[in-house]
């Protein structure tokens, strides 16, 4: 992405004219005055752009951006997430570049594929909004990325582990308040402790959940304050963490990215109007539902009164209604009761009307 630095901001200007003919000569402290209301707005107006230019870190173009260009913030990151299992060092980013394509659509995933010096296999992603199949969609996407790594004429020893890293802006599993740090591997059901290997990893954190409970490593509780609350600047100043000090550091610089600044706009609109969708759908629904439910209430109501008035009739005629003629007529249909009431008319006993 090209870097494209805002010009900087000026005071206002003075027309040359107004000084030179038929302007009311000033003072020095009239023009004193003048330069520090000058040097006032001058200095709102660049506070106003900084502060319209900063990036969420929760934006999936933001959390690309930075990590993919900063490979050694995301090693830290990572091995924040996996403690206390050993330490990785990224060495390649795979899928480094945010295509135009990549900015549309509400569950398209802005993941980054990475590669440890071992030849692990690590997907890392920010997932902002919660959608039907997402655990599917997260195991099919680890599994795919095992089955990948082999080429024709290759040897099973030859996979490497793949690691699945989601992060997670809202709850995924409610059902469990006290927990929002997630490992899963392939393990026995009756024996947990033993596993079909390390081939399959998948972390999953919950941020909002997480950063409630406060029960976690004071580096992965770092990143996690950062990812949620980096635009608030007296929650950064808390933090101590140095890769999230140096990653904080580095966002600053991205502000003035104007290309990437558009791109998370971007990203967020499509979001929005992806939720908008659905709201309208949800409510075109609803409105159809509605529609075909009073247009059955209707009919119903008018089968309801066709029974009512052929078990008059056939009272009037036979005497009584036995109770297994009164269940037919509440179940019948239009056609069985215009059946029933034709018959009526030639029948000698109420047998006849329902054959």
């Known amino acids: 992405m090209s870097s494209v630095n805002p010009p900087s901001s000026t005071g206002?200007?003075?027309?040359?004219?107004?000084?030179?003919v038929?302007?009311?000569?000033?003072?020095?402290?009239?023009?004193?005055?003048s330069g520090v209301q000058a040097f006032r707005f001058d200095a709102f107006r660049q506070a106003q752009q900084t502060r319209t230019h900063r990036l969420s870190l929760c934006n999936d173009v933001v959390f690309k951006a930075l990590f993919s260009r900063y490979p050694h913030l995301l090693s830290d990151l990572i091995n924040a997430v996996r403690y206390p299992a050993p330490a990785i060092t990224v060495r390649h980013?795979?899928?480094?570049?945010?295509l135009p394509a990549d900015l549309e659509g509400k569950h398209?995933?802005?993941?980054?594929l990475a590669e440890d010096a071992h030849g692990q296999?690590?997907?890392?992603?920010?997932?902002?909004?919660?959608?039907?199949?997402?655990?599917?969609?997260?195991?099919?996407g680890v599994a795919r990325s095992l089955a990948g790594q082999l080429k024709a004429g290759q040897n099973y020893r030859d996979l490497k582990p793949v690691i699945g890293i989601s992060l997670l802006a809202h709850d995924l599993f409610t059902e469990h308040p006290a927990k929002a740090n997630w490992h899963f591997t392939l393990r026995d059901s009756q024996y947990p402790q033993i596993q079909l290997g390390q081939m399959l990893q998948v972390h999953i954190i919950e941020l909002r959940k997480a950063e409630g409970l406060r029960e976690l490593p004071a580096p992965l509780l770092a990143w996690i304050a950062c990812l949620l609350h980096n635009l608030d600047e007296a929650a950064m100043t808390a933090i101590t963490h140095p890769p999230v000090q140096e990653a904080l550091t580095h966002?600053?610089?991205l502000y003035s990215d104007e290309e990437l600044r558009l791109a998370a706009e971007r990203r967020e609109q499509a979001l929005v109007d992806a939720e908008d969708m659905l709201d309208q759908a949800r409510y075109e629904g609803e409105q159809k539902g509605l529609q075909k439910g009073l247009q059955k209430g209707q009919q119903q109501g008018i089968l309801q009164g066709q029974a009512q008035l052929l078990?008059?009739?056939l009272e009037h005629r036979f005497g009584p209604l036995p109770s297994r003629y009164q269940t037919l007529l509440s179940q019948a249909s239009a056609d069985q009761?215009?059946?029933?009431?034709?018959?009526?008319?030639?029948?000698?006993?109420?047998?006849?009307?329902f054959v």
Not at 12 to 20: E, H, L, M
Not at 93 to 98: R, T
Not at 125 to 140: A, G, I, S
């Open 93 to 98: 980013i795979l899928n480094p570049h945010i």
């Open 121 to 140: 296999r690590l997907g890392i992603e920010m997932q902002l909004q919660p959608f039907r199949h997402w655990p599917q969609r997260n195991v099919y």
């Open 311 to 313: 078990a008059r009739q």
């Open 108 to 112: 398209i995933v802005l993941d980054i």
């Open 12 to 20: 206002p200007s003075v027309d040359a004219t107004q000084c030179a």
């Open 22 to 33: 038929g302007a009311p000569a000033r003072s020095g402290f009239d023009q004193l005055t």
């Open 337 to 353: 009761l215009q059946n029933w009431s034709l018959n009526l008319l030639d029948a000698q006993c109420i047998e006849s009307v």
């Open 251 to 253: 966002l600053q610089t």
